[in-house]
């Protein structure tokens, strides 16, 4: 079994700074993918940003320039450091990790989700 938790959400003001925090743990072979996707009320969920094990790096348009992800240094860990956020930021944050559990059997695992909410 794989766990993941998050941490780090919170009400800031326009303009202010998060950041948050995911852990993974249990029976992990590697990760091969961590990431972080939000869901607006009546809004489809939508990748935000992502980080390979190699340290490639995939982000949203939104949020370009503003959000940094990062690995921690297990690799079991994942940082997403929010900047100048604005209103639209207002979400449920969700961490997500692409697990390699057995030689050939991978998983994608997901946590329970932060609340984000920006505003005055």
């Known amino acids: 079994q794989v766990q993941l938790v998050e941490s780090g959400g919170g009400l800031v003001q326009p303009g202010g700074s998060l950041r948050l925090s995911c852990a993974a743990s249990g029976s992990i072979f590697s990760i091969n993918v961590m990431g972080w996707y939000r869901q607006a009320p009546g809004k489809q969920r939508e990748l935000v940003a992502s980080i390979t094990s190699g340290g490639s790096t995939i982000y949203a348009d939104s949020v370009k320039g503003r959000f940094a992800i990062s690995r921690g240094n297990t690799k079991n860990t994942v940082y997403l450091q929010m900047d100048s956020l604005k209103p639209e930021d207002t979400a449920v944050y969700y961490c997500?990790?692409?697990?390699?559990?057995?030689?050939?059997?991978?998983?994608?695992?997901w946590g329970q989700g932060t609340q984000v909410t920006v505003s005055s």
């Open positions: 997500t990790a692409r697990v390699q559990v057995r030689p050939v059997s991978t998983y994608d695992y």
